[in-house]
């Protein structure tokens, strides 16, 4: 495990360069000390976007293949900037900053995730009986109302129940809906602040969703924890209940379910549901738990059994084939209005 605890002190809030699926301008960040973005990762596309084939890798700075999944920290480091200590740095703001990777952008329908059960993990979009999956637009939302991911280097447990909502886990890395202002882009890697977190019980499963904000956004220096997000941002909250309690529905499925009546619980709560994902993710990693399908394929942390080569991992990612084309438009978008009567 001691190759483990150098990853999770490392971190300078990295951010990819937009991927040209997103068909959005890179985000710039602005400012020095902690709060600077460096653009230390970038993605490659392979495949047609809005095809079942297309996948987006991600690079390291030095050009390497690497997993969004596994190798990316969790964490922040509070007092290093690019190895260099800074004397902005504070602890306290740092213990709610985490890395996030975008999945999904604001008012898009495209449900891209990350691939799990995949080697390196990239970005696809998800498929439901072969055919490419979209989430509807319940009225009065458009698509998803937050730029949409996940922490990396967490997991949660199908085969670990847990004591707040007594459910397992739903076998995936834990959701992040990042509240900030900017409209961000698929394959992105921000900096956010924890806030507070949601228990969404899917089909008997724990999906906790985090509530945060981009380090980088405008109004950031507001948001401390989940009743700020009611202080500065009245009905969002609500609207985020009600588009994961209906989402599905459409589908014909039923609402969704919440543990602990639907309540957000606060910052301090969130950050031990993250301590604990982190755990799994760690028992994940050194093969000390039942992993099934989830694919564990790394090429930062050396002591794990499934770590590779980075000849490895380019192999991995020319088995991918063909470029995508930059003139290809994001079709079957899900343009249906839904009504749904309380």
């Given at each position: ?305 499934f770590h590779c080569t980075q000849e490895e991992a380019r192999s991995i990612v020319e088995l991918v084939s063909s ?20």
């Amino acid at each position: 495990m001691r190759v483990l605890l150098p990853l999770l002190r490392t971190g300078w809030g990295w951010r990819a360069w937009a991927p040209a699926a997103a068909r959005l301008p890179p985000v710039t960040s602005t400012g020095s000390g902690p709060h600077r973005a460096m653009a230390l990762y970038r993605t490659e596309e392979r495949g047609q976007p809005y095809t079942p084939d297309y996948r987006l890798f991600f690079k390291n700075v030095a050009g390497d293949y690497i997993s969004p999944f596994h190798d990316i920290p969790l964490r922040v480091d509070s007092t290093e900037e690019n190895g260099i200590p800074t004397k902005r740095a504070r602890n306290d703001e740092y213990e709610t900053l985490f890395n996030m990777v975008v999945e999904v952008p604001r008012w898009t329908n495209a449900k891209m995730e990350i691939a799990t059960k995949e080697p390196l993990n990239p970005i696809k979009q998800d498929t439901k009986d072969g055919k490419l999956r979209y989430v509807a637009n319940v009225f009065p939302h458009k698509g998803y109302i937050w730029n949409y991911g996940a922490l990396p280097q967490t997991w949660e447990d199908p085969c670990r129940k847990d004591n707040s909502t007594d459910c397992c886990g739903d076998n995936d890395p834990i959701d992040v809906c990042e509240i900030g202002s900017k409209v961000l882009s698929c394959g992105e890697v921000i900096r956010v602040k924890i806030l507070g977190i949601l228990a969404l019980i899917d089909q008997g499963e724990t999906d906790w969703k985090i509530i945060a904000i981009n380090v980088n956004d405008p109004e950031a220096s507001k948001f401390h924890d989940i009743d700020d997000v009611k202080k500065y941002k009245p009905g969002y909250l609500e609207a985020t209940l009600n588009w994961l309690r209906f989402y599905k529905v459409p589908e014909g499925k039923p609402e969704n379910q919440f543990a602990f009546n639907g309540e957000f619980r606060n910052k301090a709560f969130a950050l031990e549901v993250i301590k604990s994902t982190h755990e799994c993710w760690k028992a994940l990693l050194m093969k000390k738990c039942d992993g099934g399908a989830i694919n564990c394929t790394n090429v930062q942390i050396c002591d794990s059994p499934f770590h590779c080569t980075q000849e490895e991992a380019r192999s991995i990612v020319e088995l991918v084939s063909s470029s995508p084309n930059k003139e290809s438009n994001e079709e079957d978008t899900e343009q249906v209005w839904h009504f749904l009567g309380k």
